[in-house]
């Protein structure tokens, strides 16, 4: 039997027992499994033109698996009262409309601006009919020379309106966040990212299995079939729109296949390369702890030159530049610390999985946020993107603080304020009849 059958049948029964942990699709580690079981089905399947894959490669890939996995199994062994201590409360006791409705108005009047950026990049490649494609080459061009790619107000508005999705999907669907959620779409459609759009309709498909406590495999399959379907077809589309596919053959639907097939098995193959001449792929700075080391470099603790926002091609035998979570890990860290690392995130993130898992706003916010890192796993690393978590942390602290500000700064509704003039009212006929009996 081959090492990639035997990988096959590995992550096979890693992800049955991952499911039977907590009988969730939500749970990170089966997600983790899951993702790379479909990758390695793909590679099986022989559906894509690709380079052997070694069986080295594949021991790190299946030991980091269980590493990832034994640190979810650690997470649920957490006493589950602790798991019930709420920073907010789980359902506020009042809707916050005045700061709902400033936010929405806020994003709205944001996304002209984002239109007016789009268009800019697409005029500075000469134009054309489809701007997005001319954008997202505009955005390419001035990576590959180190130049911001779109000003940093871009990036900041598109994470706060999905940000502000997400937080509003915790309490209520209402107009505003059907408002902020269309805008929200939008924007990540302008940014020219299919990423994006990932975070934003997995994340709100997240909250909705927290909410309604169906997260059986069957059951969460059911509810998700059409945010799936739209997130395929969204994803598959905009390749004719930001993708250069001219020479291409195979027609629409052969292309479109071709490129999903190379983002789901291409980064492993990208990987073996990695693993099989590490020393060609090694980088003066950090990307495991750029965070840290970034954070210092701006106090003038240390010099620190941030690593190119897009890696170097190789050729297996496609052009590719992803190398799945482990390049950085295992060039940075070694197996050893690879494994380490990794036994750590997957703590961590079924931690907040178990939390969220409690009904807490604040604990369903971040990790409807976070279930994307899980999502992309075979394809890169997001994890150490503390930056982007700590900014999701920041803004949904701040939210869920103005949101609980006594009530004479923010007024609920108009019925609110109706019992507590009749209250005030009635209160006052009291007195009335004792000054009359006493009289």
């Not at 927290?210 to 079939?225: C, D, P, Y």
């Not at 945010?227 to 969204?234: D, H, N």
């Not at 999502?375 to 994890?383: F, K, N, R, S, T």
């Not at 999701?392 to 701040?398: I, K, M, N, P, Q």
């Amino acid at each position: 039997m081959s090492l990639l059958n035997l990988s096959l049948i590995f992550f096979l029964l890693l992800l049955v027992l991952n499911y039977r942990e907590h009988r969730s699709v939500l749970f990170p580690p089966f997600i983790f499994c899951a993702m790379w079981l479909l990758c390695l089905v793909v590679i099986r399947s022989n559906l894509i033109d690709l380079d052997p894959i070694h069986g080295n490669t594949l021991a790190i890939v299946a030991a980091g698996a269980t590493a990832f996995s034994v640190g979810g199994w650690i997470a649920g062994l957490v006493p589950r009262k602790l798991l019930r201590i709420h920073l907010f409360a789980p359902k506020p006791e009042r809707t916050p409309d005045l700061l709902r409705n400033t936010l929405m108005i806020a994003l709205l009047c944001g996304l002209p601006a984002m239109f007016y950026q789009t268009l800019q990049l697409s005029n500075s490649q000469g134009g054309g009919f489809n701007i997005l494609m001319q954008a997202r080459l505009a955005m390419f061009e001035n990576a590959q020379s180190g130049k911001l790619s779109v000003p940093f107000w871009v990036n900041d508005y598109l994470r706060i309106v999905i940000f502000a999705s997400l937080l509003f999907f915790t309490e209520k669907k209402d107009r505003q966040f059907w408002a902020v959620t269309v805008v929200a779409f939008i924007a990540c459609i302008l940014s020219t990212g299919r990423g994006d759009l990932v975070i934003l309709i997995a994340g709100l498909s997240t909250i909705s299995l927290l909410q309604r406590k169906q997260e059986s495999f069957l059951v969460a399959m059911r509810i998700l079939r059409w945010p799936i379907v739209l997130v395929s077809a969204l994803w598959i589309g905009l390749i004719f729109t930001n993708k250069d596919t001219k020479g291409m053959t195979g027609g629409a639907a052969g292309i479109a296949a071709t490129f999903v097939l190379s983002y789901i098995a291409g980064p492993l193959a990208a990987f073996d390369s990695v693993v099989q001449s590490p020393a060609g792929f090694m980088s003066i700075s950090s990307h495991t702890f750029q965070f840290p080391l970034h954070l210092a470099a701006t106090l003038h603790l240390t010099d620190y030159t941030m690593p190119p926002v897009l890696d170097s091609f190789v050729f297996v035998p496609f052009s590719m530049n992803v190398y799945t979570i482990f390049k950085f890990y295992f060039l940075e860290l070694g197996i050893t610390g690879t494994l380490v690392f990794l036994l750590f995130l997957g703590l961590l993130h079924s931690l907040i999985y178990l939390k969220a898992r409690q009904g807490g706003r604040l604990s369903m916010y971040l990790f409807a946020l976070s279930i994307n890192t899980v999502l992309v796993v075979i394809a890169g690393d997001l994890y150490s993107d503390l930056g982007s978590f700590v900014a999701a942390l920041g803004f949904g602290l701040l939210y869920f603080l103005i949101g609980s500000l006594p009530l004479r700064l923010f007024p609920a509704n108009k019925q609110g304020h109706l019992n507590l003039r009749t209250s005030k009212a009635c209160y006052a006929s009291s007195l009335n009849h004792k000054e009359i009996d006493l009289g």
